[in-house]
């Protein structure tokens, strides 16, 4: 518990620093704006036709009212106490919560989704709302907007949002680990390049869309996981350092301390890669 109430400080503490007067991306958040898998989903997947949920007790246990939201924790995610420590509503709700009004959708929306990963074919697997069709409902949350609110008051909402991008890691611990295709097609090393790729796409498009804040959470060292270490047959019960190597290699390559290919210095693509940290 320790260990993790210090990542969530260290992780705010980094996100004050980002967004600090003085940085590039200075300036107040008006929402949090989410996309990406369990670690950030607040309850999409209830309303999917997939077994990957968690609406049911022990989860939520420590969350307002002891209520398993969907959310895949005992309380609140980090992208909660994110919006929290911004001034903003202390849990950010699930784009497909029919019950959220357009108001508090305004102030934050996560279009995550459990089982989620950069590769469509990760969600395909999970049954997952893709990081292609998250983006898209992220398009129809715009006209949303725009309608309540007007487009100038919209514009200000979407420029001055943090956006927030946790995925990646099912695309290695269960799409690469787990199933045969891109195996046959990659090797870890090139298929890691694949998902670097994918999500400078998907950074690119949600600029496109008006987003200049943004933060790529780096993938968690998976093969310490416990489901990995139990599958881990040549060392049982130990890490799996093959699946942590190519985390590794995938924070490595979207780091900010690595320019983006082909950008310059005065590029739009520059200034948003120079945003797209890992945590």
């Known amino acids: 518990m320790y260990s993790l109430h210090l990542y969530y400080w260290l992780l705010l503490a980094f996100l004050y620093f980002m967004l600090s007067p003085g940085t590039a991306s200075a300036g107040k958040v008006s929402a949090i704006i989410v996309f990406g898998d369990s670690t950030v989903d607040p309850g999409n997947n209830n309303y999917l036709p997939t077994v990957i949920k968690s609406n049911f007790p022990p989860y939520g246990r420590d969350f307002d009212g002891g209520v398993a939201t969907g959310r895949f924790s005992n309380g609140r995610l980090v992208t909660d106490f994110i919006s929290e420590a911004f001034g903003l509503p202390s849990s950010v709700p699930a784009y497909l919560d029919t019950s959220c009004h357009i108001d508090q959708l305004a102030k934050g929306v996560s279009f995550a989704s459990a089982g989620a990963g950069l590769d469509d074919l990760t969600s395909q697997a999970t049954s997952a709302i893709s990081l292609r ?3 898209e409902l992220f398009k129809m949350y715009k006209e949303k907007l725009k309608l309540a609110k007007g487009e100038t008051l919209t514009n200000q909402i979407i420029t001055e949002a943090l956006y927030y991008f946790s995925i990646g890691n099912n695309d290695i ?13 990659f090797t870890p090393a090139q298929y890691a390049a694949y ?3 994918l999500a ?9 869309l008006g987003a200049r804040k943004v933060v790529l959470v780096g993938l968690l060292p998976l093969g310490c996981l416990p489901a990995q270490r139990t599958l881990n047959h040549d060392k049982p019960g130990e890490c799996d350092e093959r699946q942590n190597q190519f985390a590794r ?3 490595d390559e979207t780091s900010c301390r690595k320019p ?8 739009p693509e520059r200034r948003w890669c120079m945003r797209t940290c890992t945590a």
């Open 133 to 135: 069709h998250q983006l």
């Open 173 to 185: 611990g269960i799409n690469y680990s787990a199933l045969p295709v891109r195996r046959a097609q």
């Open 195 to 197: 998902l670097v790729g």
């Open 200 to 208: 400078r796409a998907a950074i690119h498009d949600v600029y496109d």
């Open 249 to 251: 290699v995938f924070n």
């Open 260 to 267: 983006c290919a082909g950008s310059t210095a005065s590029s």
